[in-house]
């Protein structure tokens, strides 16, 4: 056995690389966040009858009454709408669920981070964890409804693993970054879910921003999120391969990853006082 | 072989607050610790300052010091919980903490699946963890209990299993604070007795207490913190009477 070296102190204010060698060390936890985020899912659900189909009957309320009361609004056919709600509202939540998750991932951890020298990201991961799960379920149960609906892929629908990957690419900067911040300045938090809530009716979710002029359009394709639901949503749906919104998905997912290693050398050293 | 190594550590917590923290007093009786901005606000607490240690393998350091002394901050810097402000720090071993008996046990999953969590969060493999899960039951002596989520237990239960857990896996370093003298006399028998044989292994204990008879049992070196700095450094039997005396003294 390899002897454990530690060494604690000698640490600049400006550390670059403890951001990256966290985000390293934290994966060779895998089986701890799994058996965390597993445990956590159970225990949400341990009392409750239909338990974790919970996950999928509140989705296909939710998915069920906004395809009723906006369907019409949209000149999409009643088959595409349906997957075009349903994949968009699974994506959404999950990348929305990811900043909110973000702002208390350390404070929910506060026990932990007190009293064992694991790397910040492992905390992160089971978050990360924690929501793809559902977000799974959510897209599964929406492939299912849609296939007894009389959807048929092609071949295009595989683009969609690329979007799966950058989905989970942008999270591990995404909740460091905003945990960090909410750690130490709690008004972020507040004014994070304040603007979560907005998101929801600035992202084209419920409405189809290619159908609308004006100020919606140009909300809808300034935001990034929009163009997240677009590389995910657009294979699915049989729809010609977005490389506008592409490109906009990489070159943000790069800008997140340069804030938060910012960030996290800047803030990194200080998370356990602030706990 | 495992090797404790602090050089000029200080560390001074940082006071936040949203809302400037009333100046109720002068600042001018403070404690030497005490950090003020220019205009008198509390901005932190220097709770450690210039602390050397060097322990080898069969080194018991019993911490010694009054309530706000540094014992559990300079406990915290040595499980890598705080990094320090200046100084540098080396633990050479796998080491093992037990500094808040509340802190680190997931409350709402049973005593089996928190021993899977902290033995997973120790870095150990599961089939490890398994080899160990019978006597860590055997000591803890939970029984059924471990099947019962942990926010059941009582705080004695709660402090066998975390005791527990920390020795199953022979660390190399232990470092225990206070707590460990909450449990009940049979406990500590076998706390005490539990951890001879492991320090017999060669391995470094740190313990933070204000109990005379469960630092003399366990430790063979002790250091006296006062304010953040070392005041001296001995056998525990002189350390422990020249640090009573000056207690004496500040009360007369």
Known sequence: MSEIVRIYGNISKFDMRSVL???????????LWMAFAANEIQA????SILGLAWIVVSYLMLVGAIVLFFGSFSQMSQVDFVLYVALGFAGFQYIVGNISDGCDVFRASTAWIKSTPLPYS???YIRIVRSVFPFLLHMATALIVMAFMGWRPDWGA????PALAIFLIVSP???????????????????VSAVTRLLFFLTPVMWVYEEQGGLRYYVATANPITHFLEVFRAPLLGQPFPFHSWAIVVGFSVLVWIAAIIVGALMRRRLPFWL | MPHVYVENVSLTFPLYSANAVPTTRSGKDDAPNIIRNKSGRLIGVKSLTDVDLELNSGDRLAIIG???SGKTTLLQVLAGIYPPDEGYVEIRGT?????????????DVTGNENIMLRGLAAGHRREEIEEQREQIAEFSQLGEFLDMPVRTYSAGMQIRLSFAIATA??????????????????????????????????????LASHSKALLQANCNRAIWLERGRVRAKGEVENIWDAYIEDQAKRRA
């Not at chain 2, 080491?95 to 409350?107: E, K, R, S, V």
């Not at chain 2, 604070?177 to 740190?206: C, H, Q, T």
Request: aromatic share 12%; glycine share 6%.
């Open chain 2, 169 to 206: 896996f022979k660390p190399e370093i232990l470092l225990l604070d206070e707590w460990l003298s909450a449990g009940d006399a049979a406990f500590k028998a076998r706390a005490v007795e539990r951890m001879n044989s492991f320090v017999s292994e060669a391995g470094i204990l740190v």
């Open chain 1, 44 to 47: 949400r659900y341990r009392r």
């Open chain 1, 158 to 161: 595989l683009n969609v693993i």
């Open chain 2, 66 to 68: 009054a309530n706000g």
């Open chain 1, 173 to 191: 900067p995404i909740q460091l970054m905003f945990g960090l911040i909410a750690t130490r300045w709690e008004d972020f938090s507040h004014l």
């Open chain 2, 95 to 107: 080491c093992t903490n037990l500094i808040n008996i509340n802190l680190g046990m997931q409350a």
């Open chain 1, 122 to 124: 492992v905390y992160v």
């Open chain 1, 21 to 31: 060698t966290d985000f390293a060390n934290g994966l060779q936890y895998r089986s």
